[in-house]
DNA sequence: AATGTTACGTTATATTATAACAACATCCCA
DNA sequence: TGGGATGTTGTTATAATATAACGTAACATT
């Protein structure tokens, strides 16, 4: 009965950001490889620059960054690997900014809630069982099958609060 | 302390539509008197229009609404009127549709959810408390100021779960 | 009426996303 | 191992949503 608990709190302004970087690239190759799903080197790419950019980031901004290393890309060329990455679980879409973030738990096609810092930008991944069961609730009042949940909470986190006091 | 539950149910097949468009516009525009706030010929169509589609629309549905009745206007055009109308809390944006939906308390400023079918169009507005506190509840965890709240969930409602199985 | 303020009209453009089809790569298995 | 099926990427064009910038008109107050 235990739900998972999860909180990728904001990451503190010290934490090793290269090594979250690859601990997210190995661990997406490994559920694609035990998936049989192809990670091939454009999505590889497009998911180490989302992680890279260390929060939210536009598709057009992923362009850019593709075809500022040489790559040559197009929209759909970014739009596909996204789909393919959010429908494999690996990345979340923010909606509310038209953005898109990597996934803390990949694969597991978890519920999520996002807390989004308006200042600093940065968006903590949150899956709170009390908030899903409350949605639960309120759907089973209302006879709702519920197929996706688009829970976005924006506002200004303890780092930027204490800091913007200047 | 009690907080408000209102619900708009999924509004039955039978109900008086006419009725719930005009009285939708009777408290706008005593909302509007007693605030000072400017509801304009355009401000007041443009909600008409809202609700007249009795599901959310999206803003160049109802621009093409407009210049079909005879009125000049352009993006610009519907775009200020939604913002005053979101501003004077008398509809609501739903992010994951880039749609707009008469509010059903208007200028009450609360935290609205909404549940959307994803197959007749239609969105349930709901102000449950549960949820309200459980976000309040991780925000204080997190330390972190809630400004905007998203919540928005899709999937299929009771009255099209019947009618789909022919 | 003069003035400041708010709302609206108008043109252009930004931003986000998809359609459609061709070219290429990979897989599978006969 | 060759050849068709499938999946991925390239390419061009365009759809859908939203805003910038600036001028004009309406309105409100004195």
């Not at 934490?15 to 091939?40: F, M, N, P, S, V």
């Not at 180490?48 to 980031?57: C, F, G, S, T, Y």
């Not at 494999?88 to 900014?97: F, G, P, V």
Request: charged share 25%; net charge neutral; aromatic share 6%.
């Amino acid at each position: 009965m235990s739900r998972l608990k999860h909180t990728k709190q904001f990451p503190a302004a010290d934490h090793d950001h290269k090594t979250c970087i690859a601990h997210a690239l190995q661990e997406a190759e490994a559920y694609c490889k035990q998936r049989g799903l192809r990670l091939t080197e454009l999505r590889r790419r497009v998911l180490e620059l989302i992680w890279a950019n260390h929060q939210p980031v536009g598709a057009y901004d992923l362009l850019e960054q593709l075809t500022h290393e040489g790559r040559k890309a197009a929209p759909p060329t970014i739009y596909r690997s996204l789909d393919f990455l959010m429908q494999s679980d690996l990345i979340h879409r923010i909606t509310s900014l038209n953005a898109y973030v990597g996934c803390n738990h990949p694969g597991l096609n978890h519920a999520a809630q996002f807390f989004i810092c308006e200042d600093c930008g940065q968006a903590a991944e949150m899956d709170d069982a009390k908030i899903e069961s409350a949605i639960a609730k309120d759907a089973k009042r209302l006879g709702f099958t519920v197929e996706k949940r688009t829970i976005e909470v924006a506002g200004i986190c303890a780092h930027c609060k204490h800091h913007s006091n200047t």
